[in-house]
């Protein structure tokens, strides 16, 4: 189990990350939701497949 204390994304890092905001820690809130630099906000899908 992980904490707010690291650069973990996840709390739980034994299962898979199911899109839940709950299964972030503070780090992982801002590394995928920031609505400037997080991953959705900045993802695009890729061209050309």
Do not use: C, E, Q, R
């Not at 299962?15 to 809130?29: E, H, M």
């Not at 801002?30 to 991953?39: A, E, M, N, Q």
Request: proline residues 2%; glycine residues 10%.
């Amino acid at each position: 189990m992980a904490d707010d204390n690291w650069f973990s994304m996840f709390y739980n890092l034994t299962k898979a990350y199911t899109g839940d905001s709950a299964d972030l820690t503070i780090f992982g809130k801002v590394v995928v939701k920031d609505p400037t630099v997080g991953l959705l906000a900045v993802a695009k899908k890729a061209g050309g497949f």
